[in-house]
């Protein structure tokens, strides 16, 4: 309880930063270009609010599709290159070389192959997040020391016990920290997506807003779709408070100290 006391004065005292220097930026501008935050809030208690749902819900969907995908896949490809050397010598081979390749540049290969349907857009997102997860999950693997494979081994444990026991519980905070860095760029990428052959989500909604001069819609979008990202990024910390509890011991302890 105290360490989720901690952890939301940590989100309040960052909005209360963050809003500080908006308001310090709205009065040296003094332009139409960045309004007061009260304007902004203001504007949006007076939008269509099912609209803005709409949007929201959209965009939500597209990034919760993307993320549960290449969870699944980091997951699996992180596995089999721990439980099977031969194979992961070829996939850490192809993640080296794939890795730094800038998966925005991509766009337009998957939007030729794809269309500008929805799948293009969770594709994308699934580009950006997979390959990161599924290094610092494999990282984590190859950190187990190999006594505790031997002593997991001696037990009985079969390939299921293993990875139950052993191979989750160490992928586990690593692959939840990689989610913690990529969501900012996966929010990133979806609006990028968003500005391109749809009429749906929050993206849409802030280029339209742009295109519009429209600066207090737009601000409004923008506002919701950091919103989104504090929502994931808290509902990450939930998961690692219930999946990895000795992790938030250990959090615990580097509070008080």
């Known amino acids: 309880m105290k360490l989720f006391s901690r952890h939301l004065l940590q989100l309040l005292l960052g909005a209360t930063i963050l809003h500080a220097l908006w308001l310090a930026g ?5 332009s139409e270009v960045l309004p007061a935050p009260w304007a902004v809030y203001t504007h949006m208690a007076h939008l269509n609010g099912s609209d803005l749902l709409a949007h929201t819900l959209t965009s939500l969907q597209r990034i919760g599709w993307g993320i549960l995908i290449a969870t699944i896949l980091s997951a699996l490809l992180s596995l089999s290159m721990i439980l099977y050397p031969r194979v992961g010598r070829i996939l ?3 993640i080296y070389f794939t890795y730094p390749i800038p998966k925005l540049a991509l766009l337009p290969i998957v939007m030729l192959l794809g269309g500008l349907g929805e799948a293009t857009k969770v594709v994308m997102i699934v580009l950006i997040i997979l390959f990161q997860l599924a290094v610092s999950m494999r990282d984590a693997l190859l950190a187990i020391p190999e006594e505790h494979f031997a002593v997991t081994r001696s037990l009985g444990a ?3 016990g293993l990875l139950r026991h ?3 519980p160490a992928a586990l905070p ?3 920290s990689a989610l913690r860095i990529a969501i900012g760029t996966a929010i990133s990428v979806l609006f990028v997506t968003e500005t391109y052959g749809t009429t749906e989500g929050l993206g849409y909604y802030i280029s339209d807003a742009w295109m519009r001069i429209d600066y207090l819609d737009m601000y409004a979008g923008i506002a919701l779709l950091s919103l ?3 929502g994931l990024f808290i509902l990450i910390d939930l998961l690692e408070a219930i999946l990895c509890p000795w992790q938030a011991i250990g959090k615990d302890k580097a509070y008080r100290a």
């Open 228 to 230: 989104m990202g504090v």
């Open 92 to 94: 850490s081979t192809f």
């Open 166 to 168: 052993l191979l989750l």
């Open 174 to 176: 690593a692959a939840l």
């Open 26 to 30: 709205y009065l040296l501008i003094r």
């Open 158 to 160: 079969s390939t299921w």
